[in-house]
Nanobody, 126 residues
Framework: QVQLVESGGGLVQAGGSMRLSCLDSGRTFSDYGIGWFRQAPGKEREFVATISRGGGYTRYADSVQGRFTISRDNAKSTADLQMNNLKPEDTAVYYC???????????????????WGQGTQVTVSS
């Protein structure tokens, strides 16, 4: 069973950096592709970044490409999202999610993810 817990959110000024972490308290973290999604007030949840089970494949939303980096450490059952050059429009609740597909390495589709964390708030002030 996958149990995801996000941490690392908070308040940061525009141009600053923040690192989010996703911890899986289960025992099979390496079996899952991991994705980060976000939901801003009044908007639908959107894809941010994803990483394959072994970490060899990644994919990013155009809006964060070049600023955000997703990584994972299967030995520690963690997946991180390093966010640099943050903008006010990055303000949102950020969610970590896990998917079990062994066919497709990465996916940006929200409905492909079976397990979700509770989310962590990221606020970027201008």
């Amino acid at each position: 069973q996958v149990q995801l817990v996000e941490s690392g959110g908070g308040l940061v000024q525009a141009g600053g950096s923040m690192r989010l972490s996703c911890l899986d308290s289960g025992r099979t973290f390496s079996d899952y592709g991991i994705g980060w999604f976000r939901q801003a007030p009044g908007k639908e949840r959107e894809f941010v970044a994803t990483i394959s089970r072994g970490g060899g494949y990644t994919r990013y939303a155009d809006s964060v490409q070049g600023r955000f980096t997703i990584s994972r450490d299967n030995a520690k059952s963690t997946a991180d999202l390093q966010m640099n050059n943050l903008k006010p429009e990055d303000t949102a609740v950020y969610y970590c999610a896990a998917r079990t597909s062994k066919v497709v390495a990465v996916s940006h589709l929200e409905d492909k993810y079976e397990y979700w964390g509770q989310g962590t708030q990221v606020t970027v002030s201008s």
